[in-house]
């Protein structure tokens, strides 16, 4: 009987997670497959949501159960089809989880064309695509000449935000962590600016960055970055608020003084991509196209192997990660 | 000559505001009104506003200068008018200041009907209602059945907030400083609760009112009684940050957690109704016919003599006020 590896959450974590929070099983397949599919899964995908899927607590998903198997995207090859809109030998992206193969009845699953490399459809033409799609178009909706700063700006979403915030028109600042980030984003990304948070000299180089002030903030990371960010909004700045991965496993961040509400008139809005599915086709298409075009870039972490799935994660929360963070299976 | 009695900002307040950072001044008027109307003001309007003014700081308005006549809104008769679109005997409101006669040339004021009280048009059918107007129909959208929360529910603005989400079918909760307030806001504004964030049972009469969360935020106050409202936020709750009293003269009111934003989704936006001009002339005609049909209520505390603003400023500050501040010069 073939075997299915998988990881599940072993323990929830206090505090920071670890690799020790999660545990490899073995479990048989299935023998039928009335109604399901099975996908080989190729890619796994890490994303710094997971994070608070670790917790026990009220929020837009329900928690990750301890024992079962840990969620997330995967892309991958149908092996057996029981269901008329898939075949074997499609290539499919969905909720597969961090296992080798995912029986699934095809929900929340889409077929994909290999005329773009498979693992984008975990980052750039995929949910962290839209994203930076969903922020950026609905929410701080930049004018030609605006300023938009961009948080974690070489990772999956940022890189996608400063991107089409540039073909835009406006002016794009993003900020990274480390100096071979902020080069890749300036040279390759095409960013007018990109700041290193971790260089010491990161409050003055924003305020000459930023002496027209921000429109818009994408924001990713939350914490001290973003609090220097606050001083330079502009009347009538739109602040989508996507991430706070500052505060995962962190301090919570804070917004220091709501009187800048009025003052700025300034609109902040947190929101989810799932929450929103009529945007997600318009989005992958014109994410596709774009990166068929070369007109898109990206980069990718690829860790290789099952079993290094969860330090993979740790390493995506710590900023080990340089573009998309993804794991390999085949 | 005749001679008008005006109120100039005499000092900024450093900390508190009081009646000694003014002082009254007689001015002679002047002989020719070229282009000119010349207002007998009868009522002029306090607002809470006016204490960020006071400041030398950057704000959406260009700070109160000292020696110069305080500004604020005024209604009035016009005495002398060399402008063709208003004649003498024209009641008007506009931005007429802290004196006994203004004289303009036009901008800013408008003609009001005496279908109504004059002193309607500083509070609900004047900035403050065309505020609640904006921050209610343009930010929170109520759908019939939510749930709204309002601070300062017995104010000029709070007032007209809640009577126009019950009218929205929403379920309408106000929030304000003492029984007295809370029973006016209940029985004759018709909200379903009031709370007084005084009793010292606010924290749990708050849980027990909002056991449905809160979906809008009509935000006046900010403080201790706002950082109780965020424990109830529901996903998608709008806030409407309109003014933040507590912390004009106090600590600054911060947000707690950011991750909230992205957990509940939460759509956050700090206005000004003067930047909304396109929306006035529809408000106003819309508050105007509530009042004139007794089915938009208001209250009113009136001082007495040109002399009582500057305390009538500071007691508004302080919660000092049931309802609308006014001060009556006719």
Known sequence: MPVNKQIVLDSRPTGKVSAANFRLVEKELPTTYDGYILVRNHYLSLDPYMRGRLNDVKSYARPQQVDEVMGGATVGEVVESHRAEFAVGDFVVGP?????????????????????????????????????????????????????VVSAASGAVGGVVGQLAKAKGARVIGIAGGREKCAYVREELGFDACLDYKSGRFEGELSVSLQDGIDGLFENVGGEPFLQCVKHFNDFARIAVCGLIASYEGAPTIFPNMLMF??????????????HPDVWPKALAELGDLVGAGRLKYRETVRQGLEATPQALVDLLHGGNFGKMLVKLV
């Open 262 to 275: 009025i003052a700025r008139r300034i609109k902040m809005e947190g929101f989810i991509v799932g929450d």
């Open 96 to 148: 597969g989880g961090w296992q080798q193969f995912s029986m699934a009845d095809g929900m929340g699953w889409r077929k994909v064309s290999r005329e773009i490399p498979l693992s984008a459809y975990l980052g750039v033409v995929g949910m962290p695509g839209v994203t930076a799609w969903y922020g950026l178009n609905e929410i701080i909706k930049p004018k030609a000449g605006e300023t938009v």
